[in-house]
């Protein structure tokens, strides 16, 4: 069973900037493509960030530019750097793992900018 643990989150002012990390067991971590997803009050959950077994990086246009995704396949975690961070990226940000066909979520970390 794969486990994922959140942290990093809180409340920034408009242009601060927030560390996530996700902690992952229960898996063979670098054999496997990681996500960040978010979703704010009364909307769909969306997807943020991805990064791959072979560290290539992906990003929904909202946030390139802005957000960084990494991974430490040595300590089992992924980050994601936010930098510029906006009131609209308020969310409760969740790390996911698709591992032999199943998905696997943390319990997610809340992100709140204030304006």
């Known amino acids: 069973q794969v486990q994922l643990l959140e942290s990093g989150g809180g409340l920034v002012p408009a242009g601060g900037s927030l560390r996530l990390s996700c902690v992952a067991s229960?898996?063979?971590?670098?054999?496997?493509?990681i996500s960040w997803y978010r979703q704010a009050p009364e909307k769909r959950r969306e997807l943020v960030a991805t990064?791959?077994?072979?560290?290539?990086?992906d990003y929904a246009d909202s946030v390139k530019g802005r957000f960084t995704i990494s991974r430490d396949n040595g300590k089992n975690t992924v980050y994601l750097q936010m930098n510029s961070l906006k009131p609209e990226d308020t969310a409760v940000y969740y790390c996911?793992?698709?591992?032999?066909?199943?998905?696997?979520w943390g319990q997610g970390t809340q992100v709140t900018v204030s304006s």
């Open positions: 996911n793992i698709g591992v032999s066909g199943l998905d696997y």
């Open positions: 229960g898996s063979r971590f670098s054999y496997n493509a």
């Open positions: 990064i791959s077994r072979g560290s290539s990086t």
